[in-house]
């Protein structure tokens, strides 16, 4: 069974960074495309990042500039590394791999102003 976890949410003013890592278990980071998401409240979820086996990205016009995604199949994990931080980035950041087919649990990034 495929697991992914995030961990490195939290609270930052505007201008802060953040780093939000993810770790896939049952299976190895290498065979996937690994992506973030995101929601915030009343909002539909977006696409954050999305990162190829090739290492091509995509990244949401709102946050290209700011936020890198990156991996690290050696330890089986992909990164969302967070600048410049906005309260419009406020929301739930969900890690996912395979094109979107599994998810992890969540981390709430909270940016005040």
């Known amino acids: 069974q495929v697991r992914l976890v995030e961990s490195g949410g939290g609270s930052v003013q505007t201008g802060g960074s953040l780093r939000l890592s993810c770790t896939i278990s049952?299976?190895?980071?290498?065979?996937?495309?690994m992506g973030w998401s995101r929601q915030a409240p009343g909002e539909q979820r977006e696409l954050v990042a999305r990162i190829t086996i090739l290492g091509e990205r995509t990244y949401a016009e709102s946050v290209k500039g700011r936020f890198t995604i990156t991996r690290d199949n050696t330890k089986n994990a992909a990164y969302l590394q967070m600048n410049s931080l906005k309260p419009e980035d406020t929301a739930v950041y969900y890690c996912h791999a395979n094109w979107e087919t599994w998810w992890g649990q969540g981390a709430q990034v909270t940016v005040s102003s």
């Open positions: 049952g299976s190895t980071s290498r065979r996937y495309t």
